[in-house]
């Protein structure tokens, strides 16, 4: 257990549709990074969060969305989602921001848009 | 096109040889982490590497750094079967980090 919670862990849903993946960070942990994952594109960096703030933003659609709570879960929020949506989304954190140290990530949520 | 470039993409040994890993870049990076990845599990921290030219050991993983911090590599001595996984390298910039393709490293029994 790397202390990096995600749920759920398998996500089936159809095209159209909108969901919400949810993480809670290892405790002590500030920063939180979304990462989509798919066989043909790598690990891709969504977006980050410190503390309740946007810090940065990588190749995240516009149909995504995300936000990092005061109590520092984060959701990530996917709507009209596309057959292309599928892939594993991991959630990281780490308790600076950047990831000069690393990060520890959680399990991620294997998404399937059918 | 990838910040970082891994390979090889794919490697398959026999139980006992020795292999090593590249990722190459371009950037320069603040540091630079190596990953191991298992199916269905997310990336777990191996190292993490600062300095040029510095290198780090880790039972019979050995990592480097190379001195312009833009490269790195990753040498495993007499591999086993638990050593079979994806290999990411990641460097990190301001405040994210971005991950290479990786390398799906399989040793043989």
């Known amino acids: 257990d790397s202390g990096v919670t995600q749920t759920p862990k398998h996500l089936i849903t159809a095209t159209g549709q909108r969901v919400t993946l949810r993480c809670s960070p290892r405790?002590?942990?500030?920063?939180v990074y979304w990462y989509q994952q798919s066989l043909d594109q790598g690990l891709q960096f969504l977006i980050q969060?410190?503390?309740?703030?946007?810090?940065a933003k990588g190749n995240i659609l516009e149909r995504f969305s995300a936000q990092q709570f005061p109590d520092l879960h984060s959701e990530l929020n996917l709507s009209s989602l596309e057959l292309g949506d599928s892939a594993l989304y991991f959630c990281?954190?780490?308790?600076?921001?950047?990831?000069?140290?690393?990060?520890?990530f959680g399990s991620g949520t294997r998404l399937t848009v059918v | 096109t990838q910040l970082l470039e891994q390979s090889p993409q794919f490697l398959s040994i026999q139980e006992g040889e020795n292999l090593t890993v590249y990722c190459n870049s371009s950037s320069v990076f603040s540091s630079l982490q190596w990953y191991r990845q298992e199916p269905g599990e997310g990336p777990v921290l191996l190292v993490t590497v600062v300095t040029g030219g510095e290198v780090k050991k880790l039972k019979r993983l050995t990592f480097q750094f190379g001195d312009a911090r833009k490269d790195s590599s990753l040498h495993i001595t007499a591999a086993q079967p638990g050593d079979t996984g994806l290999y990411l390298c990641?460097?990190?910039?301001?405040?994210?980090?971005?991950f290479g393709a990786g390398t799906r490293l399989t040793v043989k029994p």
């Open positions: 405790s002590g942990d500030l920063s």
């Open positions: 990281a954190s780490s308790v600076a921001s950047g990831g000069r140290y690393g990060y520890t």
């Open positions: 969060y410190y503390n309740g703030e946007e810090r």
């Open positions: 990641a460097g990190a910039g301001n405040n994210d980090m971005r």
